[in-house]
């Protein structure tokens, strides 16, 4: 059996779990949960990403209460943990003294300016190209940086989402 089938098959509860640890957003794992079931990996994806496109603000902050803060180690022996814990070692092994120290300093201006976490995705960057992301979008209106953290949230949501089919 492969993946897709396994992911429609799975039951209710543990999907939703599953989902959650992709996106704390319980409107996002119930959308993509009601779409089952799917033909194939590409329509899992595709459910994913239009669930997280017509997220609501306030289910964004939902989202980002699962998320630490940039530079900060997740706790717990969660899948989510684990995929956070994951998504920010290689940009943790790339920073030195200097650019942890003010990659702090601007994640506090950030929740001072906007009132939630910083979010990035963060596979793949450096802490200097996470650093220069958050003192660039201090810049932004609130509008526009909704607009970036929502779309933020969506392409972690779905590579954590390919990373559990990847394992299932």
Avoid at 28 to 39: G, I, L, M, Q, Y
Avoid at 48 to 77: C, K, M, Y
Avoid at 112 to 117: D, L, M, S
Avoid at 136 to 154: F, I, K, Q, S, Y
Wanted: with cysteine; charged share 25%.
């Amino acid at each position: 059996m492969g993946a897709v089938e396994v992911f429609n098959a799975l039951p209710a509860e543990r999907l939703e779990a599953e989902l959650l640890a992709c996106c704390a957003a319980p409107a996002w794992a119930a959308t993509v949960a009601a779409k089952r079931p799917f033909a194939d990996r590409v329509g899992v994806l595709a459910a994913a990403d239009a669930a997280s496109g017509v997220l609501t603000w306030p289910e964004v902050l939902q989202g980002l209460s699962a998320h630490p803060r940039i530079g900060e180690r997740a706790t717990g022996d969660s899948q989510e943990a684990a995929w956070s814990r994951a998504e920010q070692s290689a940009a943790a092994q790339t920073a030195d003294d200097v650019t942890r120290a003010e990659l702090v300093a601007a994640n506090r201006a950030y929740e001072e300016r906007f009132g939630h976490v910083f979010l990035i995705f963060a596979s793949g960057r450096s802490q200097a190209e996470i650093l220069a992301a958050a003192r660039e979008r201090l810049g932004n209106d609130e509008a526009v940086e909704r607009a970036v953290v929502t779309g933020e949230l969506g392409r972690i949501a779905r590579l954590r989402l390919e990373r559990m089919l990847d394992a299932l």
